[in-house]
């Protein structure tokens, strides 16, 4: 496994964490595309939302209520924010590891 | 309740339907920004992710499979696809009742 995030998870790779619980962590973007960029992270490798099944349903949701938690504690919850999920090459993905985007502190622009 | 997006659910307003449940609809954007644009809303009217609870988790995860299902039905699943939820203003919310954005079909550009 040559994985970025998995490397963050396991802490071989220092990331800038933000939170951290048995499901998930989430670090600051460290290429920051907006005053608040936060990546949410499952523990567990999964490749994109085309591998999740509904088993997985719970954990989407649990990432969707750090993203919401998160938002409250960074500031952002009143002024808005984007939640963004890039999934293949047209995606945009960077990294093959299931990672949710948190972005605010500014007015967002074109959806993609 | 001025509410566009549950008159659509209700079946006041038509919807260019693709999807439905008994827990969420989907249709097609009005004003497409990329080849496939489907919005995905809850059939309950919820505002935005801020007013979210534990208890959604199971229906947010939903609506994420559901996205991940029209990907494949939509023929952008291998391609690549963006999910987005925008959230305030900030997040550029047009409308107030909970969506998420299923965007591909072309290369996503910026994250917002």
Redesign the interface.
Known sequence: MDCIFCAIVEGSIPGDMVYEDDDVVAFKDINP??PVHVLIVPRRHVRS??E?T?E???????I??V??RL?HELG??????????????????EVDHLHV?L??????????
Do not use: F, T, W
């Open positions: 595309k907006a939302v085309n999740l509904e997985d349903a719970g954990l989407i949701g649990h969707c209520l993203a919401r938002a952002v919850a009143q002024s808005g924010y984007r939640i963004v999920s890039n999934n293949g090459p047209d995606g945009g993905q985007h972005l605010g502190g500014r007015q967002m622009r074109a959806l993609g």
